[in-house]
């Protein structure tokens, strides 16, 4: 059984003791039919949209299977009013208790905080609905809104359960993790898509799969759920018309009231891979958002395990490891060896099956050989991967020789990507010409004489915050 498999037989289970405790028919009397035919949820983020803002929707949990106990003991009245004063439009509020420690009774303690606030923000309830039971219930511990997940429900119970929500006033969020999924409810009139960058039943993360759908979901509202923990992953999604984030917020120590300003404080900015680090001195610069450990066997620039190991790094959340032309096998042992949480592979390199097979970060980057057509190079190097990568980088054809890129394909290319390719800190503006372009990734553009050059990295972190991105956010927060 998978996961999800685990937590759908947990949670008939649990049904079968609610039944036993209340009658359909009485929790269905206790729920005021809706006064308005249109829920609040569908109205707010119409007005959010209208604004140009996106619809944010803040969670709180305390574990889930993938991270196991996040915040056991995590004050949730403190937390909600954290959420609501940092200008969360919505608060999801997780009612399982096996797999995610919560309770109806969190839902009830959060409407009892959100009731002494002016002007709230929408409470969400997540959970994993099967039966009409589950919607009374939510609404009697006064959710505005529910979350379905097409993954676990036939079209047909998807949408009556859809009916019996907004029947008595609540919203709906209809949730899918892929293409497939969605065919199979394109025909059901729902207005919000939600889209689960995590797969609920290997429980990997994908970024990129939220902007492989949203093309196929014309019509509706896009909400990119799960695997955004800071600001570089929300760049990577913010085509979305609005995001749900819950571990990113739920650590201990985490600065909430600050969760949506400082800590996501570079969305407006370009991002900044700095590539082919090989000296210990250079992994506290915090010019660039990623660092890149060069270990290709076909690279100048590469670095040993041993030499590695020796520099003994603290801190790897802003280290990518780079393949090039490595085995499977030699991509594994490097992991198995560090814990990397984000890698740079080469599209061809690998297959997309293998690329599912890893836990990390995947950033994957394309080479664009002139001779071959843009439209060539999507149906087979960028397409077979596009919904198991969290983003592209778009390369020169020989990569790190510090030469530019030739082919048209940045022009048009459909999901956000990194610009590489005989980057410096004079053509930067270079990258300003692409509509999804979100960042450069340089290697001898910050290095003299061979040479990574530290000043040479700090002028180029400066001079891209003085870029602005040609579809700058800065205002969103």
């Excluded at 207005?191 to 290997?202: F, I, Y």
């Excluded at 198991?388 to 990507?417: K, M, N, W």
């Amino acid at each position: 059984m998978t996961i999800l498999d685990q937590i759908v037989d947990t949670k008939r289970k649990e049904i079968i003791q609610w039944y036993a405790k209340y009658q359909l028919d009485a929790l269905r009397l206790a729920c005021q039919p809706a006064q308005d035919a249109t829920p609040e949820f569908y109205r707010r983020i119409a007005e959010t949209k209208a604004k140009g803002q996106p619809f944010f929707i803040a969670e709180f949990k305390r574990k889930s299977p993938s991270e196991g106990w996040i915040y056991q003991d995590a004050d949730l009245p403190a937390q909600i009013r954290a959420y609501a004063s940092s200008g969360a439009s919505a608060i999801s509020v997780l009612t399982d208790y096996p797999y995610f420690g919560g309770s109806y009774e969190d839902l009830k303690a959060a409407r009892a905080v959100l009731d002494t606030i002016p002007h709230p923000p929408l409470l969400l309830q997540k959970e994993f609905i099967l039966d009409p039971l589950q919607i009374y219930l939510a609404k009697l511990a006064g959710a505005d809104l529910i979350l379905l997940i097409a993954a676990i429900l036939s079209p047909e119970m998807l949408e009556a359960l859809r009916l019996t929500a907004e029947s008595i006033g609540l919203g709906v969020l209809v949730e899918v993790h892929d293409a497939e999924e969605l065919e199979q409810i394109q025909h059901l009139p729902f207005p919000v898509l939600g889209v689960n960058n995590r797969d609920l039943k290997t429980f990997r993360t994908s970024l990129n799969r939220v902007n492989t759908l949203k093309e196929k979901a014309i019509g509706r509202y896009i909400i990119a759920e799960s695997g955004v923990l800071d600001h570089r992953h929300f760049q990577m999604v913010r085509r979305a018309d609005g995001f749900l984030i819950g571990t990113g917020l739920m650590r201990p120590g985490t600065a909430l009231v600050k969760s949506f300003t400082d800590h996501f404080q570079h969305e407006g900015k370009w991002l900044f891979k700095a590539c082919g680090i090989r000296t210990e001195p250079l992994l506290a610069t915090s010019s660039a958002d990623w660092l890149g450990i060069n270990f290709s066997p076909r690279s100048k620039r590469r670095l040993s395990p041993e030499a590695l190991e020796a520099m003994k790094p603290v801190d790897l959340s802003r280290l990518v490891a780079v393949f090039h032309q490595n085995t499977f096998e030699e991509i594994e042992a490097i992991l198995a060896r560090f814990p990397f949480k984000t890698i740079q592979l080469y599209a061809g390199d690998v297959s997309p099956e293998q690329v599912r097979r890893l836990k990390v970060r995947v950033l994957l980057a394309i080479k664009t050989p002139q001779e071959q057509t843009p439209e060539t190079i999507m149906d087979t190097l960028v397409e077979p991967y596009a919904a198991d990568v969290d983003c592209f980088i778009l390369d020169s054809a020989t990569p790190g020789g510090g030469t530019r890129i030739q082919s048209e394909l940045p022009g048009h290319f459909p999901y956000p990507f990194l610009l590489a390719g005989g980057l410096h800190e004079d053509n930067l503006e270079l990258a300003t010409q692409y509509p999804n372009c979100i960042g450069v990734d340089i290697a001898s553009g910050i290095e003299t004489d061979g040479v990574v050059d530290f000043e040479k990295i700090r002028r180029i972190g400066e001079r891209l915050a003085s870029l602005p991105l040609l579809h700058d956010i800065s205002n969103c927060f």
